[in-house]
T-cell receptor, first 117, second 109 residues
Framework: EAGVAQSPRYKIIEKRQSVAFWCNPI?????LYWYQQILGQGPKLLIQ????????DSQLPKDRFSAERLKGVDSTLKIQPAKLEDSAVYLC???????????????FGPGTRLTVL | QKEVEQDPGPLSVPEGAIVSLNCTYS??????FMWYRQYSRKGPELLMY????GNKEDGRFTAQVDKSSKYISLFIRDSQPSDSATYLC?????????FGTGTRLTVIP
């Protein structure tokens, strides 16, 4: 079974530029998550999709971050414009059932390491 | 106060040692407790999953949950160099999953 795929693996941009990350979840997984992991910290949930609908985006900085999951499969996360504090690893995860975090294993991709200069 | 507190380490042990990793939490609604392992430049992978209080063993790994003390532990027996990674505790109640900061472990051959 193929894992969660993410691209690009690394990205370096100047502040105020735009950037987009792509995620392909495990086939058949209904729920998709985007996390931000700042160096030395644990992952923080940005947004959760169930199929192509948003379940939780309470911690997404909506003035600069946006995300979509077209057709309930792939997802993109965009930052526009980027700030220095956005430097982090952006992790995508997926889980099989839309039952939430409690009983459902999340499978993580390798992440995209973003550096904002 | 953070939802989940975890000593970031780093922790270095000789091969074969018993490793103890710990987290404390403040939210009494948490019922599901997990340990993730994260190798360098990789995403986290689920290592252990426990519901409510008690112990769970899987090979060299044992997870313990003490809800009365709001304290969870992961023990690694006969540690191996391949266990060198960052270990993240995570927990949830009804909704969001909260992660600790992670403890970086190095097992020295």
């Amino acid at each position: 079974e193929a894992g969660v795929a993410q691209s690009p693996r690394y990205k370096i941009i100047e502040k105020r530029q735009s950037v987009a990350f792509w995620c392909n979840p495990i086939s058949g997984h209904a729920t998709l998550y985007w996390y931000q992991q700042i160096l030395g910290q644990g992952p923080k949930l940005l947004i959760q999709f169930q199929n192509n609908g948003v379940v939780d985006d309470s911690q997404l900085p909506k003035d600069r971050f946006s995300a979509e999951r077209l057709k309930g499969v792939d997802s993109t996360l965009k930052i526009q414009p980027a700030k220095l504090e956005d430097s982090a690893v952006y992790l995508c995860a997926s889980s099989f059932t839309p039952s939430g975090y409690n009983t459902d294993t999340q499978y993580f991709g390798p992440g995209t390491r973003l550096t904002v200069l | 106060q953070k939802e989940v507190e975890q000593d970031p380490g780093p922790l270095s042990v000789p091969e074969g040692a018993i490793v103890s990793l710990n987290c404390t939490y403040s939210n009494s609604a948490f019922q599901y407790f997990m340990w993730y392992r994260q190798y360098s430049r990789k995403g986290p992978e689920l290592l252990m999953y426990t519901y409510s209080s008690g112990n769970k063993e899987d090979g060299r790994f044992t997870a313990q949950v003490d809800k009365s003390s709001k304290y969870i532990s992961l023990f690694i027996r006969d540690s191996q160099p391949s266990d060198s990674a960052t270990y993240l505790c995570a927990m949830s109640g009804a909704n969001n999953l909260f992660f600790g900061t992670g403890t970086r472990l190095t097992v020295i051959p």
